[in-house]
Nanobody
């Protein structure tokens, strides 16, 4: 079992930064691939960043590459998403998600993830 709680969302101006945090509980955290997904109004949930169970591998879509950084601290059961140079199109609800007992890879499909947080709103004004 993995329970996830996100925090750190808010309203920022374009070009600003935010750091999202995801606090996880459960024995399987260190064996779980973790991902951040986002969903804007009227759009499908999309992959924003992912990290393998050990942290050795990360994955980003082109839309955020170079601006977002995902990291994890397995000793603290925490996952982070550092977001820099934010753009209005980054506006969405951001969700933390987990794949327990994962391989070393980082899946991108939302359907692959079995545990989800409730989300935190990120709004970027122009």
């Amino acid at each position: 079992q993995v329970q996830l709680v996100e925090s750190g969302g808010g309203l920022v101006q374009a070009g600003g930064s935010l750091r999202l945090s995801c606090a996880a509980s459960g024995r399987t955290f260190s064996s779980s691939a973790m991902g951040w997904f986002r969903q804007a109004p009227g759009k499908e949930r999309e992959f924003a960043a992912g990290i393998s169970r050990s942290g050795a591998n990360t994955n980003y879509p082109d839309s955020v590459k170079g601006r977002f950084t995902i990291s994890r601290d397995n000793a603290k059961n925490m996952v982070y998403l550092q977001m820099n140079s934010l753009k209005p199109e980054d506006t969405a609800v951001y969700y933390c998600a987990a794949v327990p007992w994962s391989s070393s890879g980082v899946p991108r499909a939302p359907s692959t993830y079995t545990y989800w947080g409730q989300g935190t709103q990120v709004s970027v004004s122009s």
